[in-house]
């Protein structure tokens, strides 16, 4: 295939087609990939999301890559559900400084009845700013799922991490096909889907085309693929894992770019180890949406300027950030957040 020749989305791919994809000699693979990637997006756009830790640590999952899991000593500072007002108040952060989505990620196995409230009020009060709103919680119920929906939830991250052939070798607490169940909730919901998976965990070729292909063939292609590069955190047991050819990172990007032309292909957890370079060569294979960090955002927050000034040295824009006058902007964050003060869950959720 050419790089001019109209792309289709398909979800019919065979393990020897994705193979000869990455197999491609890189140029070829880069020049394919940016040639699909202009079809069905402005190639000098980049989508903006802020992560935010809602809950922080002591999750019942195994996933030998996360610092979150109770199984391993890590380290980690383990915080209790966040107050809904401060998560209020980091996303008018985010907004400000320019993110369009919010994120908040949660490390449960799945939600508890008694958090489901406070959830959906950070989900209201979130959407209330005009931001896109999205959540990882774990797994969920079909009670769950609409019930996040109606609030206003737009996406719902959920990783599928690698191939069902290698996951029983990462994650041994759930399985492959509860990943899957609880995305087909989500997309019965009409929330949007993000789901991607990690590079770096000791996975061969195989496992990483069979990732993309479990993706690529569900019955709508994720809105939205974060591709991960492992971040090895001393205590996990993949903290000794051999790092990954960076070039093959690369070529992961431009194989999801090409298998789902309408996603976007989100550069995640692992920028902030990769070179500008490294960067620039992502978002040429068709990356297009990153995260301004994996953690909230202070006042000045430096990475966030790093990565504006990156953007600025490739003539990159920030996609679609909503246009408010600044009035208009602060009425509706100062509103969202009267509002939030006065409901009865503001005080302390964690306690509740
Ligand atoms: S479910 Fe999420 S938070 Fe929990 S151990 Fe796995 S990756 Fe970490």
Known sequence: MSATAA?????????????????????????????????????NRVQVSTLLSIKTGACPEDCKYCPQSGHYNTGLDKEKLMEVQKVLEAAAEAKAIGSTRFCMGAAWKHPSAKDMPYVLKMVEGVKALGLETCMTLGKLDQEQTKALAAAGLDYYNHNLDTSPEFYGNIIT?????????????????????????????????????????????????????????????????????????PFDFIRMLAVARIMMPKSHVRLSAGREQMNEQMQALAFLAGANSIFYGEKLLTTGNPQADKDMLLFKRLGIQPEAREEHDDEVHQAAIEQALVEQRDSKLFYDAASA
């Open 7 to 43: 792309s289709v989305t398909r979800h019919d791919w065979s393990l020897a087609e994705v193979k000869a994809l990455f197999e491609q000699p890189f140029n070829d693979l880069i020049f394919q990939a940016q040639g699909v990637h202009r079809q069905h997006f402005d190639a």
């Open 173 to 245: 607490t759930r399985t492959y096909a509860d990943r899957l169940e609880t995305l087909s909730y989500v997309r019965e919901s009409g929330m949007k889907i993000c789901s991607g998976g990690i590079l770096g965990m000791g996975e061969s070729l195989n496992d990483r085309a069979g990732l993309l292909i479990q993706l690529a063939n569900l019955p709508e292609h994720p809105e939205s693929v974060p591709i991960n590069m492992l971040v090895k955190v001393k205590g996990t047991p993949l903290a000794e894992e051999q790092d990954v050819d």
